[in-house]
Structure formats: C-alpha cells, structure tokens
C-alpha cells in the first residue's frame, strides 16, 4: 500500500509531464480501438444485408459466379419453369423467380453515371418478396412496364433524382429508357450500391436476354421446416449436378467470404499503422520516465536512505507507468469509438454508407485496447524503472543526476548497433541483387528490421557527428544563442538519439514509399513507350466489359486507322507431355501484335494470330517442354475444344501482359459458341498518320454517352497511373501522420521536462543577462537541431530501404530507379518546421519563468 500511495502522490505531482506520453497511448489504443469497432460495424453491416436478401433456400446455375455478371455481359440463368416444378415440393410455402444483373450502366438525362464511385456494382433487378423484406417504396410505386423504373433512395438523393426523370440503362444487349415511377428504401443500410427496379419481364428481355429465364428461384419454408429440411427437399427434386443449391446461412456465408477478404485487408493495414504509432510512443514513454527518474534522484536517494528496497522503488515506477496506461488506454477505447463513428461518416462522404445504428463494440475491444496499452506502457517503463532501482542512498546527499543520466553512450549497446546495422545494410544488398522474389522479399524484410533496431540503438552514438554538422551548417549564424542550442542537444546523447529515433521511423517509411511510388509510376512510363504503340486505349474504370454498340462506334471513327480487340477466356490447356492445366487465354485482333510490341524468344507473334494458332509464355514452354510447331489441345470453360499450333514464345521478362497466351479473336470465335464468346475487356486503336488529335477528339465525341468508358492516350494513362499512385501514396502518408504526430508529441515533451530539468541553469543564464527572446530562440534552435537530426536519420535509412525494394521489384517489371527529390528535400525542411512548431509552448513557459524562483530551484 506504501508503493501505491507513493505512486499516486508521484503521478498526481507530474501529471502535467505524464500528459503527452498519456497523449501518445491515447492515440495509440484509439486507432486500434477504432479500427476492430470499424471492421466489426462493416462486418455487420453486411451480415445484415446478406441475411435480409436471402431466401430460405437459394437455387441458381452451378456455372453462376459471385454474384458477377460474366464477362459475356449476360447473367448465368436458370429456366423459369424451375418456379413452378419446386412449387410442388413439400415443405414450400412460396417459389419466386429472381432475374437481375450487374453489368449495366444506368445514365440520367444528362448522360451522368448513376452507378457508385466506390466501386460498388449497379443493380437492376425485379421485384420479387425477397426485396419486400429489404426495402421499402417510400415514393411512388413499383414498375409495371418497359418504359418503368423504380431506384434506390440513397441513389435518388446522391444524384438528385425525382419522380418522372428519364434515366437509360445500357447492357450488352443494347440501352433502353425508362421513366422513375418509384423510390425504394433500404429497410438496413445500404453500403453504397445502386439498385433500379423494373417489371420481370423487361429485366428478362433487355438484360438476360430471353423470356422465362431467372437467374435464382427463391424458395420459402412453411412453418416447420428448417432451411437445411427444405434443402435436401429441392436437391433431391432437381439433382445436384446441374443447379447450386443454398440456404439462408449459406448464402450468407458466400457473401460475407466475398467481402471479408476485403476487410481484411483494410483491418490489417489500419492495425499494422497503429503498431508503428504505438513503436512511436514507446520511445516516448523511455524518454518520459527516464527524464523523470533522473529529475527526481535525490527524492528517490531519500527513499532508498529511510529504508525503501530497490524492489519497492522499481515497483513504484512502475504502479506510474500502470496508472498511465490504464488512464490514457480508457481514454483510448472511447476515442477509438468516435474514430470508428468518424471514419463511417467519411466513408459516407464518398459513396459507401454505413448506419451508426449497426455500431459495433465487442467486448474484446476495450480489453484489448486497455491491456495493449499497459503492456505497452508498463515495457517502456521497464529501463528507466530499472534504473531508479540502481540510485543510491548516498544521492539523497548530491543532486547530480543517476549515474547514467548523462545520457553517455554505452559501448555494448553501440557495438551491438554496429553489427546489426552492418547485417542489415548486408541483407538489403543481397535483396537487392537477389534473382528471386520470393527469397529477396525474406532479406528485405530482415534487411529493414534490422537497419531499424541498428539505427535505434547507434542514435546516441550518431547523434554527436550529425548534430555537431547540422549545428554547423545552421545554428552557428545565431552566435552564442546557436552554440548553446547546440551544446544542449549534444548534452545527453541517448535522449537526442531517442527523440530523434521517434521522428526516424515515420520519415523512414515516407520516404522509402517514394521512393518505390515514384519508381513505379517511372517504370510504368517507360513500359508505356516501349512496348505500347497503340495510340488510344478504350476501358471502363469499374472493369465492365466493352458493349458491342461502343466496339462499332469505334470502327466508324473519322480519323482512326485500326481497332483492336482484346478478350479473355478461361481454359484448360494439355501440352506435348500430357499434362492438363488451368490457364487465361487472350484473343485479340491480328493487329495486337502491332499496338503491342511483345519480344519472343521463339518464332513470330503476328504468326500467333493465324487460323488455329497461338502463342505461349516462355515458362509454360519450358514446363510442358514446348516448342514452336507443338501443337496444344484447349478445352475453353464458355464451351469448345481445339487443337492449335504454337507458333511463337514470348519472353519471359516481358512486363506488359506477361505470361499471356495469344490467339485470334476469329480462331476463338470458331470454336467458342456465340451467345457464351466473352466481350471485349478493352479496346485498342491507331489512329491514321497525322491524325493523332483529330481522332482523339472524335473517340471522346463518339463515346460521350457512354460515361462507364474513357478514351486515353498515352499521356492520359501516364497521368492516370500517377494519379492513382500519388491518391494511396497520400492515404499512406495521412496515416503515417499518426506515428509523425506521436513523434511530435515526443519532441514537445522532450523539451518541456528538460526546460524543467535546467530550471536553475535557465534562471543563472537570464540573471547574467540572456533575454527572453535569446532564451526562446535557443530552445526553438535545438527543437529544430533535433526535428533535423531525426530527419537525416530517417530519411537516409528509408532511401536505403526504397533503393533495395525497387531493385528487388525490378524482377517484377519495375526497373526505372526514380528517386524523388522534391519531395525527399520538402520532408526535411518540414522537419524544421516541426521543430520549430514542437518548441512554441515549451519556449514559452521558459522565457515566463521569474528569474530569482528558478535560481533558488533545487
């Protein structure tokens, strides 16, 4: 109980100095808080959704995909007399047929898409008693014929739709108009998807393309049957060969995999950033205790002299660090909820909503954020309690510090540095030359890990040269103000190292991910030039296929040479050995070869495009011993077998389309039936000499009423992909932001106790005649010596780190080095920024200190 109630008083009495490190667990516990309840509400959110959109039972073709409209444009169906033969099972209280699809794009008037822009699928679909559960028609009515349609009401407000608008819906099979008779609302949150509503007959006709087709038969149980009864039922009326049959549970189980992958990836990132934040506050916490335990020597020697054991005053250390994990963990968890209710709201501002009523909160959340921040806090506190432990009863007699406050270097701990650091720069280099991925990637994990823990651990050591250059470089022009900054940050090595080490990591990983985000939007250019020669590329940004209206409007383009069409088909291929495998097949236009230019290391690629021919990657030659003249049996999934003549290899190392197999699209055609022959994924074109803008134009013209496709050049892609690097780059760095902010916080709270620590010094340097201004500078001086300090360190390391990477990466197609150096060199000027920022407060409260109060500080 002594313990206890001396580590309250301790706590109470430095509450003030506890609070950036209690910060720094709070934000740390948040985001992993914030996080589990996130992932748990979406989790929910879905789990609802499936539940509510499932019938009992679930009867669709064994060939149906994940929900997925195939790449032939056209749902997978199963015939509508299904609805009347299931009628007549026992155990069924009601059989409806379901038809809807995904791969429509639905326009309003002013061709404007409809669709979400998270990525989430637009739906057109009947209306059967499987939507009477979900949703709801607050407005209007439902659709009663072709020229009818009824949406969503999230779409109607996201896009400002109302009764009587005309929207277009395009498929494969051609675009149609409707006008809005209705708006339907989710009874359960929608998490972004656009829903239209038509009458069966105009979904069987316009998307499915045939009447009496459905793609589910949902059937209901009367009172008494369980789901799994009513199951065995259907499979034992239709077989269990030619459908798939699922319960409610089932049903939702497939959806929940579809999109846990997803979420867990998400999950997974979003912890592994809380982990570096939580590194961050480690350092802090050391810092925190470790200054404290040396300001408080001679009241610990006190304590060690009445009679206090090294175990007691080791233990009281600790019970602080416990009381400062436990505090800022519970603050921790509750903030963590308003993160996760945050980061719904933001998820909402972007198209994909989530309903605060579907919150979240486990019970394993707040314990695992509560006991992640003790451990945390108490394993940082461990040393500096250590040390406590060590302080003599002789220092109630003195007031110069615990032995090692002095902060000097131990030579252990700077030899083990070395080696580790020297091993890791050693596995960064074998990664770098490595010939394989898979083992490269194992010592550029090593590589990095290492350097990091080398680089903590020599900080100290390395703090002396590099504070001493910087001083050099920027403090020495502030006279004797500059020289001072610099000897207090010189004046404790393993503090300045620790401060330095905090900002270190999070500058680390920033630049070694620019250095791989330049590198690849760099090598991607390059690809670009090299090997593409087609002027424009034609795709939808939602990856749906290309309608065959689009495929002929392009051929009648004013301007454009050539078109060339790109395809992919699923199918099993058996070489000369007998072996059968699974592989993607391309069948595009002779003039691939063209708009492609693919290096072969055996015979022609324009020869592939022959009748019955085709092309194989390098490594499926070598695996199934083929060569040119072989010919390979292929069996296509959408139906149709053929024996065809390998006329050309291709490198192995070609990086665009690599490993594909070429054919014809007319060789595909021969064997594929028509109505299963998959669209187009993509188009290419050439436009005529000279005509390059003017076709540009036209194709942007000729496509404008079809939003889903964009027309590119090849500065359009370039700018594209930079785009789309430079948007994760900056997700990326908006959550590193939580580790820099941590290791701010460690830089204010570093200089706040050590102003503390030299009150008396401060008083005398003001008596003798230092102002409050020169007092200021000198603490904002070496706030921004060490913001500098931990810069240089993290941004040589994460040079190194993005150097190794990209020629690691090289093996996979990213072989331009791109260092960037605007962006490497703004980082470093922000760092002075930081510190200056860093220092505002303690500076302040310095220079208000009274002068005769601070003297008389013991």
Same mark, same amino acid.
């Given at each position: 109980? !002594?313990?206890?109630?001396?580590?309250?008083?301790?706590?109470?009495? +430095?509450?003030?100095?506890?609070?950036l490190?209690? @910060?720094?667990?709070?934000?740390?516990?948040?985001?992993?808080?914030?996080?589990?309840?996130?992932?748990?509400?979406? /989790?929910?959110?879905?789990?609802r959704?499936?539940?509510?959109?499932?019938?009992?039972?679930?009867?669709?073709?064994?060939?149906a995909?994940?929900?997925?409209?195939?790449?032939?444009?056209?749902?997978?169906?199963?015939?509508?007399?299904?609805?009347?033969?299931?009628?007549?099972?026992?155990?069924?209280?009601?059989?409806?047929?379901?038809?809807?699809?995904?791969?429509?794009?639905?326009?309003?008037?002013?061709?404007?898409?409809?669709?979400?822009?998270?990525?989430?699928?637009?739906?057109?679909?009947?209306?059967t008693?499987?939507?009477?559960?979900s949703?709801?028609?607050?407005?209007?009515?439902?659709?009663?014929?072709?020229?009818?349609?009824?949406? &969503?009401?999230?779409?109607?407000?996201?896009?400002?739709?109302?009764?009587?608008?005309?929207?277009?819906?395009?498929?494969?099979?051609?675009?149609?108009?409707?006008?809005?008779?209705?708006?339907?609302?989710?009874?359960?949150?929608?998490?972004?998807?656009?829903?239209?509503?038509?009458?069966?007959?105009?979904?069987?006709?316009?998307?499915?393309?045939?009447?009496?087709?459905?793609?589910?038969?949902?059937?209901?149980?009367?009172?008494?049957?369980?789901?799994?009864?009513?199951?065995?039922?259907?499979?034992?009326?239709?077989?269990?060969?030619?459908?798939?049959?699922?319960?409610?549970?089932?049903?939702?189980?497939?959806?929940?995999?579809?999109?846990?992958?997803?979420l867990?990836?998400?999950?997974?990132?979003?912890?592994?950033?809380?982990?570096?934040?939580?590194?961050?506050?480690?350092?802090?916490? @050391?810092?925190?205790?470790?200054?404290?335990?040396?300001?408080?020597?001679? %009241?610990?020697?006190?304590?060690?002299?009445?009679?206090?054991?090294?175990?007691q005053? /080791?233990?009281?250390?600790?019970?602080?660090?416990?009381?400062?994990?436990?505090?800022?963990?519970?603050v921790?968890?509750?903030?963590?909820?308003?993160?996760?209710?945050?980061?719904?709201?933001?998820?909402?501002?972007?198209?994909?909503n989530?309903?605060?009523?579907?919150?979240?909160?486990?019970?394993?959340?707040?314990?695992?954020?509560?006991?992640?921040?003790?451990?945390?806090?108490?394993?940082a506190?461990?040393?500096?309690?250590?040390r406590?432990?060590?302080?003599?009863?002789?220092?109630a007699?003195?007031?110069?510090?615990?032995?090692?406050?002095?902060?000097?270097?131990?030579?252990?701990?700077?030899?083990?540095?070395?080696?580790?650091?020297?091993?890791g720069?050693?596995?960064?280099?074998?990664?770098?030359?490595?010939?394989?991925?898979?083992?490269?990637?194992?010592?550029?994990?090593?590589?990095?890990?290492?350097?990091?823990?080398?680089?903590?651990l020599?900080?100290?050591?390395?703090?002396?040269?590099?504070?001493?250059?910087?001083?050099?470089?920027?403090?020495?022009?502030?006279?004797?103000?500059?020289?001072?900054?610099?000897?207090n940050?010189?004046?404790?090595?393993?503090?300045?190292?620790?401060?330095?080490?905090?900002?270190?990591?999070?500058?680390?990983?920033?630049?070694?991910?620019?250095?791989?985000?330049?590198?690849?939007?760099?090598?991607?250019? &390059?690809?670009?030039?090299?090997?593409?020669?087609?002027?424009?590329?034609?795709?939808?940004?939602?990856?749906?296929?290309?309608?065959?209206?689009?495929?002929?409007?392009?051929?009648?383009?004013e301007?454009?040479? +050539?078109?060339?069409?790109?395809?992919?088909?699923?199918?099993?291929?058996?070489?000369?050995?007998?072996?059968?495998v699974?592989?993607?097949?391309t069948?595009?236009?002779?003039?691939?070869?063209?708009?492609?230019?693919?290096?072969?290391?055996?015979?022609?690629?324009?020869?592939?495009y022959?009748?019955?021919?085709?092309?194989?990657? %390098?490594?499926?030659?070598?695996?199934?011993?083929?060569?040119?003249?072989?010919?390979?049996?292929?069996?296509?999934a959408?139906?149709?077998?053929?024996?065809?003549?390998?006329?050309?290899?291709?490198?192995?190392? !070609?990086?665009?389309?690599?490993?594909?197999?070429?054919?014809?699209?007319?060789?595909?055609?021969?064997?594929?039936?028509?109505d299963?022959?998959?669209?187009?994924?993509?188009?290419?074109?050439?436009?005529?000499?000279?005509?390059?803008?003017?076709?540009?134009?036209?194709?942007?013209? %000729?496509?404008?009423?079809?939003?889903?496709?964009?027309?590119? /050049?090849?500065a359009?892609?370039?700018?594209?992909?930079?785009?789309?690097?430079?948007?994760?780059? /900056?997700?990326?760095?908006?959550?590193?932001?939580?580790?820099?902010?941590?290791a701010?916080?460690?830089?204010?709270?570093?200089?706040?106790?050590?102003?503390?620590?030299?009150?008396?010094?401060?008083?005398?340097?003001?008596?003798?005649?230092?102002?409050?201004?020169?007092?200021?500078?000198?603490?904002?001086?070496?706030?921004?010596?060490?913001?500098?300090?931990?810069?240089l360190?993290g941004?040589?390391?994460?040079?190194g780190?993005?150097?190794?990477?990209?020629?690691?990466?090289?093996?996979?197609?990213?072989?331009?080095?791109?260092?960037?150096?605007?962006?490497?060199?703004?980082v470093?000027?922000?760092a002075?920024?930081?510190?200056?920022?860093?220092?505002?407060?303690?500076?302040?409260?310095?220079?208000?200190?009274?002068?005769?109060?601070?003297?008389?500080?013991?």
């Open positions: 109980m !002594t313990v206890l109630r001396t580590s309250l008083r301790n706590f109470v009495a +430095h509450k003030g100095r506890m609070l490190s209690g @910060v720094a667990v709070v934000l740390s516990v948040a985001f992993v808080c914030g996080t589990l309840v996130f992932t748990d509400t979406m /989790n929910t959110t879905f789990d959704l499936f539940s509510q959109t499932a019938a009992d039972v679930t009867v669709s073709s064994k060939d995909g994940d929900g997925e409209t195939p790449a032939t444009g056209r749902p997978v169906t199963v015939p509508g007399s299904l609805v009347e033969e299931l009628e007549g099972v026992e155990g069924v209280a009601s059989v409806s047929g379901g038809a809807f699809s995904t791969g429509v794009t639905v326009v309003n008037a002013e061709n404007e898409n409809m669709g979400s822009s998270t990525g989430a699928p637009t739906i057109a679909s009947n209306w008693s499987i939507d009477e559960r949703m709801e028609v607050t407005e209007g009515r439902l659709p009663r014929g072709p020229g009818e349609v009824m949406v &969503d009401a999230d779409t109607a407000d996201r896009h400002g739709l109302e009764l009587g608008e005309e929207l277009r819906t395009i498929s494969a099979l051609g675009d149609f108009r409707s006008e809005i008779v209705g708006v339907a609302a989710f009874r359960s949150t929608n998490p972004g998807a656009t829903v239209v509503y038509f009458d069966t007959g105009t979904v069987q006709e316009r998307l499915l393309g045939a009447s009496d087709v459905y793609t589910d038969v949902y059937v209901m149980a009367a009172g008494g049957v369980s789901d799994e009864e009513l199951k065995e039922r259907v499979v034992a009326e239709l077989g269990s060969g030619e459908y798939k049959v699922r319960t409610q549970e089932e049903y939702a189980a497939e959806g929940q995999d579809e999109i846990g992958s997803f867990d990836v998400i999950k997974y990132a979003l912890l592994g950033f809380a982990g570096i934040a939580l590194l961050v506050g480690v350092f802090l916490i @050391v810092n925190t205790f470790s200054m404290l335990v040396a300001q408080r020597t001679r %009241e610990i020697g006190l304590m060690r002299a009445i009679g206090s054991s090294r175990r005053v /080791n233990r009281s250390v600790l019970v602080e660090a416990v009381l400062l994990g436990v505090l800022g963990s519970v921790g968890v509750a903030a963590g909820v308003g993160l996760a209710v945050g980061l719904m709201e933001l998820m909402g501002l972007v198209g994909m989530l309903s605060t009523d579907d919150l979240t909160l486990r019970w394993v959340t707040p314990v695992v954020g509560v006991v992640l921040g003790v451990v945390v806090t108490v394993l506190a461990y040393l500096p309690a250590r406590a432990g060590r302080v003599s009863p002789m220092a007699l003195r007031d110069d510090g615990l032995p090692s406050a002095g902060g000097r270097v131990g030579r252990v701990r700077s030899g083990v540095g070395l080696v580790l650091t020297l091993a720069a050693g596995a960064l280099v074998v990664a770098a030359g490595s010939d394989e991925a898979a083992g490269g990637s194992l010592f550029l994990a090593l590589g990095v890990v290492l350097t990091l823990v080398g680089f903590v020599i900080g100290p050591l390395l703090a002396g040269g590099v504070v001493r250059a910087l001083g050099a470089v920027v403090l020495r022009v502030f006279g004797p103000v500059g020289r001072m900054a610099e000897r940050a010189l004046r404790n090595p393993r503090r300045t190292g620790a401060t330095g080490a905090a900002l270190m990591i999070g500058l680390a990983l920033v630049s070694s991910l620019s250095v791989v985000g330049a590198s690849l939007v760099a090598s991607a250019g &390059d690809e670009l030039d090299r090997s593409v020669g087609a002027d424009f590329i034609l795709q939808s940004g939602a990856g749906q296929p290309v309608v065959p209206e689009v495929v002929e409007r392009v051929r009648a383009t301007g454009v040479a +050539h078109v060339t069409e790109y395809r992919w088909l699923e199918a099993r291929l058996t070489g000369p050995d007998g072996e059968s699974k592989e993607s097949v069948a595009a236009s002779p003039t691939y070869a063209e708009d492609l230019r693919v290096e072969t290391v055996a015979g022609e690629l324009p020869a592939a022959e009748r019955d021919s085709m092309s194989v990657p %390098e490594d499926f030659a070598k695996a199934h011993g083929v060569e040119v003249g072989d010919r390979v049996e292929v069996d296509f959408a139906g149709g077998t053929a024996e065809l003549v390998v006329r050309a290899v291709t490198a192995a190392d !070609t990086s665009v389309d690599q490993g594909a197999m070429y054919l014809s699209t007319a060789t595909a055609e021969r064997y594929v039936p028509e299963r022959m998959p669209l187009n994924m993509m188009l290419f074109a050439k436009a005529e000499e000279g005509q390059e803008d003017a076709a540009y134009a036209a194709l942007k013209g %000729e496509l404008e009423a079809f939003p889903q496709y964009e027309v590119r /050049n090849q359009d892609y370039k700018e594209l992909l930079e785009d789309q690097v430079g948007q994760l780059l /900056n997700m990326v760095y908006g959550l590193l932001a939580l580790a820099i902010v941590v701010v916080l460690g830089v204010v709270n570093t200089l706040a106790l050590s102003v503390v620590e030299r009150t008396r010094e401060i008083g005398l340097m003001r008596a003798i005649g230092l102002s409050r201004r020169q007092l200021r500078r000198m603490i904002r001086l070496e706030s921004v010596v060490i913001a500098l300090f931990g810069a360190l941004l040589g390391l994460g040079l780190w993005g150097v190794a990477a990209q020629r690691l990466l090289a093996l996979e197609g990213l072989k331009v080095l791109q260092v960037p150096w605007p962006t490497i060199v703004g470093f000027f922000g002075a920024v930081v510190g200056l920022v860093a220092a505002l407060v303690p500076a302040f409260r310095a220079g208000r200190m009274n002068v005769l109060n601070a003297i008389a500080t013991e």
